[in-house]
């Protein structure tokens, strides 16, 4: 057997994959619509009851706000491991349709940026509503979220696809959260070269990237180290590609994720064959 065969056949099948994401997105549904079926007051109460500074409650109001629309993507790695599991379609197939999605993404958005009726349309959606100031003249990182997890499909093998966008979604949004409620109370150190990011974020963002790295390959040897190694690249990927790459995070997080979730497997191959 080669290297690349050794290190590949570690990770490509992962028995309990299929009932782990669906239980992922259960959750993820139910809290999403617990927070948008929650009055304003009710949200700003329980935020505020959670240890968020007073001055910061609106603003993490509105960031739980944007991340239960961005906590859908959980359902990406529930479609590509159902539909390759249970319907027997091929992963070939599957990036082929990620490509078609991206590419329809991709012109809404173009149309939303240079047609004025098509603008007016979506800033009255609620979309329109949880859209960034600055994403209102420009592409919205929606676009950058389907082309990172399409070219992740595309390249690499399913499972190391799926907990790479795990990744993206549920650790960049506990990174943005945490961020917004709590960056600075604790450590008064920023990070990031405009000092945007904090301490409490990163760290966030790791421990649930770990969590979810060792869970997803919990039954494969040494998965605390494949965990460990990839939460961390995704960690130094989200605090510092957009400052010093100008890459958006949406792209470059899933990608980097993925090279690391390989290399882990790739050493730990390595290491027991010699």
């Known amino acids: 057997m080669t290297k690349g065969a050794r290190w590949r056949s570690a990770y490509e099948h992962s028995e309990q994959a299929t009932p782990y994401l669906w239980l992922l997105a259960i959750v993820g549904v139910v809290l999403a ?8 007051t009710r949200l700003h109460n329980f935020v505020r009851a959670s240890g968020v500074a007073a001055k ?4 993490s109001v509105l960031e739980i706000e944007r991340k239960t629309f961005h906590i859908a993507g959980v359902l990406i790695p529930v479609w590509y491991q159902t539909m390759t599991d249970w319907a ?23 149309s939303r940026l240079y047609s004025p009726t098509v603008r007016r349309l979506f800033e009255a959606s609620p979309l329109g509503r949880i859209m960034r100031e600055h994403e209102r003249e420009q592409l919205t990182g929606t676009a950058y979220f389907t082309l990172g997890c399409t ?19 549920l650790g960049d949004m506990t990174a943005a959260l945490v961020g917004v409620s709590f960056g ?9 070269r405009e000092g945007k990011k904090s301490v409490e ?5 790791f421990l649930v990237c770990f969590i979810v790295g060792y869970t997803y390959f919990w039954n494969f040897h040494l998965c605390e180290y494949v965990a460990f190694v990839s939460a961390a690249a995704a960690t130094l990927t989200e605090l510092w590609s957009e400052d010093h790459l100008e890459l958006n995070d949406n792209v470059t997080i899933p990608i980097v ?11 730990i191959a390595d290491c027991t064959t010699s």
């Not at 619509?33 to 304003?40: C, E, F, I, T």
């Not at 027997?88 to 173009?110: I, P, R, Y």
């Not at 974020?201 to 963002?205: E, H, Q, R, V």
């Not at 994720?257 to 390989?262: C, D, H, M, N, R």
Request: charged share 15%.
């Open 33 to 40: 619509v617990a927070a948008k079926r929650s009055d304003a």
């Open 56 to 59: 910061r409650v609106r603003r």
């Open 88 to 110: 027997n379609f091929s992963e070939l197939w599957c990036a082929q349709f990620a490509c078609g999605v991206t590419a329809c993404v991709w012109a809404a958005e173009l």
């Open 151 to 169: 070219l992740t499909i595309v390249l690499f093998p399913r499972d190391v696809a799926n907990v790479s966008i795990l990744y993206l979604v």
């Open 184 to 192: 600075g109370d604790a450590v008064v150190v920023k990070l990031g």
């Open 201 to 205: 974020g990163s760290l966030g963002m």
């Open 257 to 267: 994720t993925s090279f690391a979730i390989s290399w882990a497997f790739a050493r």
